[in-house]
């Protein structure tokens, strides 16, 4: 807590308020030297950014914008946390992943900061029969246990609470979920399976074990399809709803059904868009509680997991610089459970180093960031407020609609959800491919020369249903190209980069241009002249003073030297001898693959 000192000093004191509109002038002079004549009632909308779900990001927020009361931690709506104490001093549970039963990696995940398993079971990641060794040594009366076996789920269910009795875990002491997921594995799958079976299990759970959960609504396959956040919230919404009429039809109350089901997130490195998501989250579910007569009901439990689509397969090692962002938005954004994916996720199975350090981010998010000591700790920002607001409202829109289909497994069945995931992800790639969304380490600043880190293959995952899509596949199906080229031919395709003027002119499209060559697997060739240079290709560069005066001199010359394909790197324009500009939002992809096309790779 601040103590103002006792002459009631307030540094603010002698300066004059400032208005909104003194800030808008200021804004609009800013614009008008860089070239933009902006009336001042429209500078907001010029520096607004779009983002999916039809939401704009204004670039400042005031008291004026407003958004509904969050209410406060573990009272409805839930929006500020779903419990009173929040994540408490101890921090949120540290949920590892293990995509393969091994007991070697569980016990060593749980020495060293892990809190909670999560495990695979099924398709190549090991048999039911196998979590009786793959949990041996471990405290199941201390590590909660989350299932992720798909149609598997009854018997892997069956067996963890077989190995609770043998190992005398009494009921009350059992914790965790038994993953039960039917309308999430369709999802995935294509394929149903039968849900009365998990029900029945969620009336043992209600009935013997207070701890466990049998239920997972998982949000994952929705958002690895290519949806937006609204799209995620409301597909988990119209999941969720779908397994609440399910167990109430079964016998449990409206509060007991709620308690069987666990909701999973995705958080990615967009630090505010994921905080707004859980607590919209919160939000919403707190709707269908208040909806179904039972308020307190809808207090949701949230397992955040880093997202699977961010991360890449070239530099990997920027990965670590993701899933930080991404633990710590969702340690702010409330989540009970968070999962650090290793930095090699989506290189298969990840080795000791990896492991250790998806574990320690959030072992120092929580110990020397102190990230929860403070619960929700963005309450009250108007920007982080009113985004909830929005990203809920879009949310519940979408979820109406699903509702409106016949329910989240007639709309799976309909195709209506994934034409709208498709399109949604068709939109994401044209920004992708122009570099609107950069990605680090392979849209920009990539780098050519670096080793490629090998791993194990994972066991496959379950396919047939939605797809699974990656930011970087664009890219990196360039560089697969370009690396193929290299192992048949001993070296890389190659452009030079021809220089005008002095270095104050060409430095920055010199810089631009290098970059973009490098991600799509183009080496760029800046010493030395073009006839040294080993490529028939080349690319000017320089400021628009010098192409005016040098441009076409230049590319004739290069023509004659031998230049097959002459490139401008600048804003589109009429020059003789060039053959193709190279700007900023242009589509670098098809840029490169045509580049790549020219220079004869395959």
Not at 42 to 64: F, K, M, N, Q, S
Not at 268 to 284: E, M, N, P, S, Y
Not at 576 to 583: I, P, Y
């Amino acid at each position: 807590m601040t103590v103002q000192p006792d002459d009631g000093l307030t540094l603010a004191a002698d300066f004059p308020d400032a208005s909104h509109e003194q800030w808008q002038a200021l804004v609009q002079k800013v614009l008008h030297r860089s070239g933009t004549d902006t009336p001042m009632t429209e500078v907001e909308d010029a520096l607004a950014t779009a983002l999916e779900d039809g939401i704009t990001t204004r670039p400042l927020y005031t008291p004026g914008d407003a958004a509904p009361d969050p209410g406060l931690p573990g009272f409805a709506p839930f929006v500020r946390g779903s419990r009173a104490e929040g994540n408490g001093a101890d921090g949120w549970d540290v949920r590892a992943w293990h995509p393969l039963l091994s007991n070697d990696s569980i016990l060593t995940d749980l020495e060293n900061g892990v809190t909670s398993l999560w495990l695979r079971i099924g398709d190549g990641a090991g048999p039911v029969s196998a979590l009786d060794r793959a949990l041996e040594g471990v405290l199941l009366d201390l590590a909660p246990v989350v299932l992720d076996a798909g149609e598997e789920s009854e018997a892997a269910a069956r067996e963890l609470l077989r190995l609770y009795a043998e190992h005398g875990v009494a009921d009350d002491a059992a914790r965790g979920n038994l993953g039960a997921d039917p309308l999430g594995h369709e999802a995935r799958t294509g394929k149903p399976y039968p849900l009365a079976p998990s029900v029945g299990t969620a009336r043992l759970c209600a009935a013997r074990y207070p701890g466990l959960r049998a239920f997972t609504v998982d949000a994952l396959p929705y958002h690895e399809a290519g949806g937006s956040a609204a799209q995620e919230l409301a597909c988990s919404l119209a999941t969720g709803v779908a397994y609440l009429r399910e167990l109430t039809a079964s016998g449990l109350d409206v509060e007991a059904a709620c308690d069987q089901l666990e909701f999973r997130y995705a958080a990615t490195a967009d630090q505010f868009l994921t905080v707004a998501k859980l607590r919209a989250a919160r939000r919403l579910w707190a709707r269908v509680g208040e909806a179904c007569g039972a308020p307190r009901a809808g207090a949701q439990r949230q397992h955040a997991v880093t997202s699977p689509v961010m991360m890449t397969r070239r530099d990997p090692w920027v990965n670590m610089l993701r899933t930080t962002v991404a633990a710590l938005a969702a340690g702010v954004g409330g989540a009970d459970s968070v999962t650090v994916l290793p930095f090699d996720h989506a290189l298969g199975l990840p080795d000791a180093f990896a492991r250790r350090t998806a574990r320690n981010t959030s072992a120092i998010l929580i110990e020397e960031s102190h990230l929860s000591r403070v619960i929700d700790p963005a309450g009250g920002s108007w920007y982080v407020e009113r985004l909830t607001a929005e990203l809920a409202c879009a949310a519940w829109e979408f979820f109406q609609e699903i509702e409106r289909e016949g329910g989240q497994a007639a709309a799976l069945r309909s195709s209506m959800i994934g034409e709208r995931l498709a399109a949604t992800w068709s939109a994401r790639s044209a920004r992708l491919a122009e570099r609107g969304e950069p990605i680090t380490g392979v849209s920009e600043f990539p780098l050519l020369g670096e080793k490629a880190v090998v791993r194990e293959a994972a066991p496959a995952p379950r396919s047939g249903g939605l797809p699974r899509v990656r930011r970087d596949e664009a890219f990196e199906k360039l560089r697969a190209r370009s690396d193929t080229h290299l192992a048949a031919t001993g070296a890389r395709p190659r452009v030079y980069l021809a220089a005008l003027g002095p270095a104050a002119a060409h430095t920055a499209r010199l810089a631009f241009a290098a970059n973009l060559f490098r991600a799509g697997g183009i080496e760029p060739v800046t010493d030395g002249d073009f006839a040294a240079s080993g490529t028939r290709h080349v690319c000017l560069c320089s400021d628009d003073r010098n192409y005016a005066e040098e441009a076409e001199a230049h590319a004739a010359a290069l023509r004659s030297a031998g230049a097959e394909h002459v490139y401008l790197a600048g804003g589109p324009g009429a020059y003789a001898g060039v053959d193709t500009c190279l700007f900023t939002g242009s589509d670098a992809v098809a840029s490169l693959s045509a580049a790549l096309d020219r220079l004869g790779v395959s």
